[in-house]
C-alpha cells in the first residue's frame, strides 16, 4: 500500500487548565462538527477511508460472509404506541 496523505486537520492553540495543569487542545476545533472547515476535514478522511478500504483484498469475501451471518429470522423489542403494540421483524 502506497503512503497516505491524511488531509490536515484544523487545529488551534486552544490550552485549558484543569487543577492547575495546562493541557493543550489542539484539535478542539473538531469538535465543532459544523464548522466549514471541520465539514471539509471530514468529508476528505471519508474519501480517504473509502480508497483504502477500496484496495483491501478480502472486502469483497468478508462482506459476503458478514451478509450470511446476519441473514437469519429476527425480531426487535416490541413497543407500545397508545392500545398498540408493534414489534419490527425480519423473514
Known sequence: M??????HAPTSDQVDVH?????????RPLEDTDAPETRTWIEAQNALTG???AEAPARRE??????????FPRAGSPWRRGDRWFALRNT
Open 2 to 7: 502506497p503512503k497516505l496523505d491524511y488531509p
Open 19 to 27: 487543577h492547575g495543569e495546562r493541557i493543550a487542545d489542539p484539535y
Open 51 to 53: 480508497r483504502v478500504l
Open 62 to 71: 468478508i462482506r459476503e460472509r458478514l451478509g450470511q451471518l446476519w441473514d
